[in-house]
């Protein structure tokens, strides 16, 4: 069972940035494709970002590209994503997810573990 925590949310205006960190409890992170996915009121959730067990592949949203950067570290059990240019678009309740898998294209639905989420409100 791997135990995920977010955390880095909060209020942030227009064009700002903010760092969101998701730490997991399992020593065997690394063995994990980690995404991160996030749900604004009233819409269902949707896939942001996704990177390989080693880091050495990412896969963006196309509403993301160019502005999210996902990263991990692999001793700190830490998947970061950095969120730059950030619009009123992007207020949404951001979740961590864990797979057992590697791959950076897998639907969501096979994520197996979940964080409990962490909210970013962009005022504009």
């Known amino acids: 069972q791997v135990q995920l925590v977010e955390s880095g949310g909060g209020l942030v205006q227009a064009g700002g940035s903010l760092r969101l960190s998701c730490a997991a409890s399992?020593?065997?992170?690394?063995?994990?494709?980690m995404g991160w996915f996030r749900q604004a009121p009233g819409k269902e959730r949707e896939f942001v970002a996704a990177?390989?067990?080693?880091?050495?592949?990412?896969n963006y949203a196309d509403s993301v590209k160019g502005r999210f950067t996902i990263s991990r570290d692999n001793v700190k059990n830490t998947v970061y994503l950095q969120m730059n240019s950030l619009k009123p678009e992007d207020t949404a309740v951001y979740y961590c997810?864990?797979?057992?898998?590697?791959?950076?294209?897998?639907?969501?639905?096979?994520?197996?573990?979940w964080g409990q989420g962490t909210q970013v409100t962009v005022s504009s």
């Open positions: 399992e020593r065997t992170f690394g063995t994990y494709a």
């Open positions: 990177i390989s067990w080693g880091g050495g592949r990412t």
């Open positions: 997810a864990a797979g057992g898998f590697n791959s950076v294209s897998a639907p969501m639905s096979l994520y197996n573990y």
